[in-house]
């Protein structure tokens, strides 16, 4: 039985260092600002490029890997031996995993051993790409073959919940990316919306203040716990005060520590603009 690689794009926002523990392999997205097109990867400095993109008349804009960057990606990877299981963000919102669809098949036609890609459209992105990408990476560092790695991380997929807060929804309109929250818009763009990612964004509530955002954030990782989701993860957006105030709710919860806390990055975040608060996860279990 082959070996089995993982590889996913840099909409996780996973820390590196879960990552890099996991061996997983990664493709970047790119943003291009103006006559600059930088990889998301290269892109270091998070508290520059959210103050660039607050007094910004147009948002920088954002573009999916190539088909090449797949190729390089999965090429060395079945040279070495390995089949691979490839997992990207929603489909209804980028079209990374049609790209990495196109590789696969691509390379399929030019091989004649029995190596496979296994391409998932993980249907979410961020803490939830993160989870279901480490969860797939368990399995493979655990011997399982690629159909049954392939099975962990539709399971784990099945078992997250992610939410996610923002200040307005200006960013997600100016950058078209707005979704199922559609209606929401007009008046709208005054309140806080609270949504989760189901393929696309999905509209799950507003409210009107930042303090009950908070706490409606913290019912929703309440309903997690409730669930036997213990695996609980905080990303925010240039909101480490906030991130943190949650994180500490969350451990009198959970009575343990997230799986992890992070930033958000600049291609998620300039469709949701800073301040956002996202919350989620999944049972531990499928991080072993």
Known sequence: MRPVAI???STHYTPRALIDAAGVHEVSLYVRDGAQVRRETEISDYDAFYEELGRAAELPTTSQPSIGDFV?????LLESGSDIVSIHLAGGISGTVGAAAQAAALLGERREDAAR???IDAETACGGLGCVV??????????AGIDDVVARAREAREALAIWFCIDTLEYLQRGGRVGRAQAWLGG????KPILSLEAEITPVERVRTASRAFERMLDYLRTRRDDGADGWVVQHI???ERAAAVVE??????GCEPAWVSEVGPV?????GPGLIGVGGIPARFFE
């Open 268 to 272: 998620i975040g300039t469709y949701t």
């Open 117 to 119: 890609i296994e391409v």
């Open 238 to 240: 240039q909101s480490p």
């Open 134 to 143: 480490l969860a797939a990476a368990a399995a493979a560092r655990g011997g």
């Open 7 to 9: 590889v996913t794009d």
């Open 188 to 191: 709208a763009l005054k309140i």
């Open 249 to 254: 709710r969350g451990r009198e919860l959970f």
């Open 72 to 76: 390089a990606a999965y090429e060395p």
